[in-house]
């Protein structure tokens, strides 16, 4: 087990993930990349449909191949093209806080590298999570 968060190394892998993006409607690709708590990164990539409320936000698809590969998940690196780095939308805030503690680092870059620093707990506080079940 790693707690060790390379995250210049899950930028490069949101980069890479980015151009991946099946973004033909709104031309917005997006990377996501999750750091493990054993080292391994997942990435992936916004992927939307004709039929544009079916839209998967790359944090989500990342998030459903971490689930699939059994890893924990720490640490979340964005990479978008925008003038001002974005955070999550809200859906994959509300996803990530299954699966992450409020103190969860989120961190997103855009293409010229500008980064904005969050905590999951900052993005979305009083998160709806099992523990009200
Ligand atoms: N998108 C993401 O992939 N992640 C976000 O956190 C915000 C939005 C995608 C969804 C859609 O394909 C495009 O960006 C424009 O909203």
Redesign the pocket.
């Known amino acids: 087990m790693s707690l060790v968060i390379d995250w210049e190394a899950m930028f490069v892998a949101a980069e890479a993930a980015r151009k991946r993006?099946h973004?033909r409607?709104?031309k917005?690709?997006?990377g996501?990349a999750l750091g493990c708590e054993d080292g391994t990164i997942i990435a992936g990539?916004?992927?939307?449909n004709a039929s544009y409320g079916l839209?998967?936000?790359?944090?989500?698809?990342a998030i459903a191949r971490m689930v699939y590969e059994g890893k924990k998940l720490i640490a979340v690196a964005?990479v978008?093209d925008s003038q001002k780095p974005?955070?999550?939308?809200g859906m994959?805030r509300q996803v990530m806080a299954e699966f992450a503690p409020a103190s969860m680092e989120v961190r997103s870059r855009n293409l010229e590298g500008s980064e904005e620093r969050y905590t999951l707990g900052g993005l979305l506080p009083h998160a709806f999570t099992a523990e009200f079940l």
């Open positions: 993006a973004a409607y709104s917005f690709f997006v996501a990539c916004n992927v939307e839209t998967v936000c790359a944090e989500r698809n964005i978008v974005t955070p999550p939308c994959c």
